[in-house]
Every structure is written in C-alpha cells, then in structure tokens.
T-cell receptor, first 113, second 112 residues
C-alpha cells in the first residue's frame, strides 16, 4: 500500500509566479489535510478537505491561497503570486473515514526567489 | 486546541531508555494524547496515542499521569535512527476537526 505521495518534492518559483502542490492520499483515505512548516518551526495547520468539500480552512491565509480535492485526482494546494515569505515545506496528510491517525507525505519544499 | 509544553531539546546515549515529557495541564476529558515524530527532511510519523491508560506498541510506550495533566513518551532503547523532533499533541475526540496542532516539539539527539 503506497503511502501519501506529494509532488513535486522541490519547487522553485520566482516572486509573482504561481505554485501548485499536489497530494495523493493513501488508498482508501478520503480526508486530506495541508500543513505548512516554516524553517525552524513546527507544522501549522492550513486546511482540511474531503472529496469535493472544504471542511475547515481556518489556517489558510485569506488571499492567494486555495485548495481543492476533486472527485478524481489528487488534492491541489495553489499559491498565486508567490512571495518570499511563502518559502516553506508544505506537508499533506490523509486519514481514513474513522480514525485518529494521520499519515503524512514527504512534503514539498517551496523556494521563492 | 489545548496547549502542550515540552522541553526544547534532550540528549540520550545510544541503547539507553529515553523519557520525553509533556505537560498538558488544560487537557479536557475528551482529549486524546498523540505523539508524532519528524525525522530530518521528512514528514511527521505517527508514534503512539492514548486517552487514560498507558499504551505500548512496537515503537514506544506512553505513560499517562493519573490526572492526565502530563504524559511521558518512553523509547526503551534509543537508536541513532530515533534522532528526531517529537511532538506531543492533544486532539478532542468529540469536537474533532481532525487537524492536529503541532507545537515546537522536543528535538532528541542520540549520542553514539
């Protein structure tokens, strides 16, 4: 059973460009979570999605950030007009319908130049 | 999200037991205690969780105080591969939004 997959693993974007981060949850998992980790800090929750629904986006910045989890395909975290402060590691996690464990992917390290 | 307090860093000698403490004095009756760890350049990895009773699994043991205001993660024989940041997290099993709130954790150094 493949784990949570994220791609790309590393992403470099210039200021003002768009960044698209993809997350494929574990097979059978319908809940996806996105976290951001700034250098030397702990993970910060951003958004929680189920298929075609955003359940909790209380940790998402109000502008430039959006997330989706379509019926088919991976979950996407989209950052428009990136700025240097967006440089961070972005982790995706998934869980089955009824559980308290989350399984994390290896992360995407975004660098904005 | 209830708060947890952990030491910033700890050291252990290889093959010795390690006790990682966590204080959670504001814990509610419906909060589960979770431990995750994050190895360098990797995503967090589930270690163990519990509610009231002590728990054991192949990775570690979790000792929970009788008043539940503190807990201790026990690694029975530290190896170099256990060097990681360990996060103690509380999550409400009733009002579960399913997200975890990570603090800064304890950075464990294992000395060969």
């Amino acid at each position: 059973n493949a784990g949570v997959m994220q791609n790309p693993r590393h992403l470099v974007r210039r200021r003002g460009q768009e960044a698209r981060l993809r997350c494929s949850p574990m097979k059978g998992h319908s809940h996806v979570y996105w976290y951001r980790q700034l250098p030397e800090e702990g993970l910060k929750f951003m958004v929680y999605l189920q298929k075609e629904n955003i359940i909790d986006e209380s940790g998402m910045p109000k502008e430039r950030f959006s997330a989706e989890f379509p019926k088919e395909g991976p979950s996407i975290l989209r950052i428009q007009q990136v700025v240097r402060g967006d440089s961070a590691a972005y982790f995706c996690a998934s869980s089955p319908l009824i559980t308290y464990e989350q399984y994390f992917g290896p992360g995407t390290r975004l660098t904005v130049t | 999200d209830a708060k947890t307090t952990q030491p910033n860093s700890m050291e252990s000698n290889e093959e010795e037991p390690v006790h990682l403490p966590c204080n959670h004095s504001t814990i509610s009756g419906t909060d589960y205690i979770h431990w995750y760890r994050q190895l360098p350049s990797q995503g967090p990895e589930y270690v163990i969780h519990g509610l009231t009773s002590n728990v054991n699994n192949r990775m570690a043991s979790l000792a929970i105080a009788e008043d539940r205001k503190s807990s201790t993660l026990i690694l029975h024989r530290a190896t170099l591969r256990d060097a990681a940041v360990y996060y103690c997290i509380l999550r409400d099993r009733v009002n579960t939004g399913n997200q975890f709130y990570f603090g800064t954790g304890t950075s464990l150094t294992v000395i060969p």
